[in-house]
């Protein structure tokens, strides 16, 4: 059975931060990419290990946890990163990607989301 990226960036978190709550997903569809691609993905993470972390801090441990899927081809990364009180503080809910502002692969002058 092949490992797709999303089941590799779940492991890897699950075993790093033994989060309380954990959704990733691929929003490749909604990007300038080939159907069936695997290089955007959204994560919510909710894990006692960001306790005393600021925001940016937290963004950096989740993108030192998943580094190699970067290099393997994992072009963006949206992350929303909490501890336990503030998931349940915002009730639970999950979050929006920003939409993309990249162009069309057809229009080679654009940017690529």
Not at 103 to 109: I, L, Q
């Amino acid at each position: 059975m092949t490992t797709t990226r999303k089941d590799s960036i779940q492991s890897k978190l699950l075993h790093a931060l033994a989060p309380v709550h954990l959704d990733v997903e691929n929003e490749s569809r909604m990007h300038s990419v080939p159907v069936g691609s695997e290089t955007h993905f959204k994560v919510l993470v909710v894990s006692e290990a960001f306790r005393g972390l600021s925001p940016v801090e937290r963004h950096r441990r989740v993108n030192e946890i998943v580094r190699e899927e970067f290099r393997a081809g994992l072009h963006a990364l949206t992350i929303r990163a909490m501890t336990p009180d503030e998931w349940e503080r915002q009730g639970g809910a999950g979050f929006q990607s920003p939409a993309c502002l990249g162009g069309s692969k057809a229009d080679p002058g654009a940017k690529s989301g």
